[in-house]
Structure formats: structure tokens, C-alpha cells
């Protein structure tokens, strides 16, 4: 992105109140991912169960709102950091991360319906994804 909004200028400028939208969803994005990190210590790079942890099914906080405010925070952040940036490059780029995320959910989803206890409760509980009354 820094090359194309910055160096080489492929994408036309961005207006600032554009800017001003990718700066406010990169920070609430960084919030919802900390809160989201703070709320579930079992929370990794990788999709593993953790039953020498004691994993349990975490519905606190952002995780009685969405099943994965991690990734909520991830698509915030793949499409306000080339709002920000400038880079219409970076946002095909952020559709496409948020496309293979949502994939990766319903993927996760399936091992956790079948490794952890109480999942399929929390899903009847907790109905969306990613995005509230979306997905």
C-alpha cells in the first residue's frame, strides 16, 4: 500500500473525509482486537484446540456480541488502513483477506462444533460471525 498511495501514486488521491473514515475504523479496529485478546486467553495465530489449558467456550464481552471479534477487528483493519493509507490496491487486497477470513470462520467453527464443549450452545446463543445482523 505505501508503495502504490505514496511512492508510485497508482490510485487517485483519496478525499480527506475518506482518510478521516480509514483512521477511525483503524483504531476501533486495534480496540476490538485488544478487547477481543483480553477476553479470550485461548485466542492464537492457529486454529488448535487448547485442552491442556483447559479451553472453554468464551461468550464475554465482544464474544456475546460476534463469535470472532478477532476477525470483526481484522476487517475493520483491512479496510481502514488503505482508507487511510490512500490505496485502492490495499482495499482489493482487504476484500479479498476478508473473503478468506470468513471462509476460515465457518471452517473454525465446524472443528469447535465438534472438539468443544458448548459450542453448539453458544452458536444457538450467539447467532452472527463476524459482523452483527450481516454475517
Do not use: C
Amino acid at each position: 500500500m505505501p508503495l502504490d498511495a505514496k511512492r508510485f501514486g497508482w490510485s487517485p488521491e483519496f478525499p480527506l473525509w475518506i482518510k478521516v473514515v480509514g483512521t477511525l475504523l483503524f483504531i476501533l479496529a486495534f480496540i476490538i482486537l485488544f478487547s477481543a485478546l483480553k477476553e479470550n486467553t485461548f485466542a492464537a495465530p492457529v486454529v488448535k484446540m487448547q485442552k491442556e489449558r483447559g479451553q472453554k467456550v468464551i461468550s464475554t464481552g465482544l464474544y456475546g456480541i460476534v463469535r470472532h471479534p478477532m476477525y470483526s477487528g481484522g476487517t475493520l483493519l483491512f479496510i481502514g488502513g488503505p482508507l487511510l493509507l490512500g490505496s485502492v490496491y490495499g482495499l482489493a487486497m482487504g476484500l479479498l483477506l476478508i473473503i478468506l477470513i470468513a471462509v476460515r470462520s465457518v471452517g473454525e467453527e465446524e472443528m469447535l462444533r465438534q472438539e468443544l464443549d458448548g459450542y453448539n450452545e453458544y452458536m444457538k446463543e450467539v447467532k452472527w460471525r463476524l459482523i452483527p445482523f450481516v454475517f
